[in-house]
């Protein structure tokens, strides 16, 4: 049985293969109703922390701590000054003192890192400028919904090399599927992540071709061009500049294997990365994917919280 109890998840490469097989199989098994009447988490309290805005990770983890019979408490940074109005560590030794775990949306990673070092409670990485690694647990729970085997399963990542792609690198380590990533020249990938992953034996591939990379694929995803905290005007304009060509329109889609999906971890930025006619597309599980983030997050905090 999967004991992933007191442990933080900070990036989904803390997780071995088994570990992560665990979390999945809970996951689906939350989405089938078997744990339902059943309260795993009574009594647990999940403290959740957002320096930025959200709409699916602060939703699903409260009502997923609702749904396994624990609670949640929803701090926002204009309250609790994470590092201005005290030290990071010391609402780390006062939390502790409170709650089960901690679940945290920040602008530096090395936020959450301090968090972890001094909170002997499990953090959660809630999205962070690095990685966004709890999103990557519903989408590849949606992705096995479609696809039996993993092993080899052409994915291809089209946009910015971001948190998103950076965790998607990590995954791809975990999965053993055949990834493939599109950015515009400048905008690849953090290069010690995708290095540890290659020296580690995962199959990724880097390319400025979007049109080449979306070919075949089974799975096509992107996230916007510009990220929560990167929003000043003229870096936002280079960017939409930067990135013609690869926005996921109907067309992008036709190049994708006639079973194949398309996933965004949203919200989207409509106009630029995609096209509503693309997340209203057959192919596109877009909601589905949403909605995972409820049984994925689920799933992990059974497993990190439960006694
Ligand atoms: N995908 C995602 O994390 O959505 P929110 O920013 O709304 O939480
Ligand atoms: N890359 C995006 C993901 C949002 C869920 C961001 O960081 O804003």
């Known amino acids: 049985m999967t004991d992933l109890r007191g442990r933080d998840f900070l990036r989904n490469a803390d997780l071995s293969p088994l570990e992560y097989r665990g979390i999945m199989d809970t996951a689906h098994a939350l989405k089938r109703g078997e744990f339902k009447g059943q309260k795993p988490l009574e009594g647990k309290t999940l403290a959740m922390i957002f320096e930025k805005p959200s709409l699916r990770t602060r939703t699903t983890f409260d009502v997923a701590m609702f749904q396994l019979g624990g609670h ?76 039996s085997s993993m092993k080899g399963l052409p994915v291809t990542y089209i946009g910015d090399g971001n948190n998103m792609a950076n965790s998607f690198i990590e995954m791809a380590l975990l999965t053993g599927i055949n990834f493939t990533i599109a950015t515009p020249r400048g905008y690849e ?36 061009w510009v990220s ?21 329109n109907p067309e992008m889609l036709e190049l994708i294997d006639s079973d194949g999906i398309f996933l965004h971890c949203l919200p989207a930025h409509y106009g630029e ?24 997050q689920k799933a992990l905090l059974y497993h990190v919280l439960r006694d």
């Open 72 to 147: 949640s408490v929803n701090l926002t940074n204009a309250e609790i000054g994470l590092g201005t109005r005290e030290p990071i560590r010391d609402v780390a030794l006062n939390l502790e003192r409170w709650v089960d775990g901690i679940m945290a949306r920040v602008f530096l990673h090395s936020t959450l890192e301090e968090l972890a070092k001094h909170s002997s409670k499990p953090v959660i990485n809630g999205l962070s400028d690095y990685l966004h690694p709890v999103q990557l647990l519903a989408d590849f729970q949606t992705i096995e919904e479609h696809f």
């Open 189 to 224: 990938p953090n290069a010690a992540v995708l290095l540890e992953a290659l020296h580690q034996g995962a199959t990724i591939k880097i390319t400025n071709d979007p049109i080449a990379a979306a070919r075949g694929a089974k799975v096509l995803y992107t996230d916007v």
């Open 273 to 296: 990365e995609v096209v509503e006619a693309a997340t209203l597309h057959p192919k596109s599980k877009v909601f589905d994917q949403a909605e995972n983030r409820l049984h994925a």
């Open 228 to 248: 929560m905290g990167q929003e000043q005007e003229a870096s936002e304009r280079r960017k939409i500049r930067d990135f013609a060509g690869f926005q996921v």
